[in-house]
T-cell receptor, first 113, second 115 residues
Framework: GNSVTQMEGPVTLSEEAFLTINCTYT??????LFWYVQYPGEGLQLLLK?????DKGSNKGFEATYRKETTSFHLEKGSVQVSDSAVYFC????????????FGEGTQLTVNP | DTEVTQTPKHLVMGMTNKKSLKCEQH?????MYWYKQKAKKPPELMFV???????INESVPSRFSPECPNSSLLNLHLHALQPEDSALYLC??????????????FGPGTRLTVL
């Protein structure tokens, strides 16, 4: 089955700092890769996705590149804001697992002004 | 529009109560999901409906009973729950639920407390 290793949190940054949250995965076949974000007290929101090798997903200043050779999908943002404080989940979805998402443990990000 | 709605937002129930959670989407999706999320943990899949048929039950106790009246609606009936069932219950929907890239869109969740 699939598995995900996600950078442990919590991560605390100052506003305008550079963010990297590491995510590596094991999956059968060629999975699609997702990042979801969960703001305090809310459900999950799709942040970005990539469906094939070398694809770059991007949204709201966040980016992640599908690296098949290193089975990684690291999340980056050049300049974080206080409003980015949330929990971030990496999730591969194998073509052979129905539509199951395999979630990482989540990384809590706190951005201070 | 990628909205999934869930009601109620909060629910407190006793162990002998019967209650239901509701989920609705109007994106034309044919797959709907229930997840359970405990504090500081990722969501855990409970059930998947694809084309109104139950396709996945992740060995969930029978005190949780899902129902999919039509492709836009998903219910979760609760009966004789335990305090450890207290959690955030998330609903999601996707295009088909049959594999391949099938982006799931989540609702805001129902915060359940079992006394």
């Amino acid at each position: 089955g699939n598995s995900v290793t996600q950078m442990e949190g919590p991560v605390t940054l100052s506003e305008e700092a550079f963010l990297t949250i590491n995510c590596t995965y094991t999956a059968t076949g060629y999975p699609s890769l997702f990042w979801y974000v969960q703001y305090p007290g809310e459900g999950l929101q799709l942040l970005l996705k990539a469906t094939k090798a070398d694809d770059k997903g991007s949204n709201k200043g966040f980016e992640a590149t599908y690296r098949k050779e290193t089975t990684s999908f690291h999340l980056e943002k050049g300049s974080v804001q206080v409003s980015d404080s949330a929990v971030y989940f990496c999730a591969p979805q194998s073509e052979t697992s129905g539509s199951r998402l395999t979630f990482g443990e989540g990384t809590q990000l706190t951005v201070n002004p | 529009d990628t909205e999934v709605t869930q009601t109620p937002k909060h629910l407190v129930m006793g162990m002998t109560n019967k209650k239901s959670l509701k989920c609705e989407q109007h994106m034309g999706h044919r797959a709907m999901y229930w997840y359970k999320q405990k504090a500081k943990k990722p969501p855990e899949l409970m059930f998947v409906y694809s084309y109104e048929k139950l396709s996945i039950n992740e060995s969930v106790p029978s005190r949780f009973s899902p129902e999919c009246p039509n492709s836009s609606l998903l219910n979760l009936h609760l009966h004789a729950l335990q305090p450890e069932d207290s959690a955030l219950y998330l609903c999601a929907s996707s295009q088909e639920g049959r594999g391949g890239t099938d982006t799931q869109y989540f609702g805001p969740g129902t915060r359940l407390t079992v006394l």
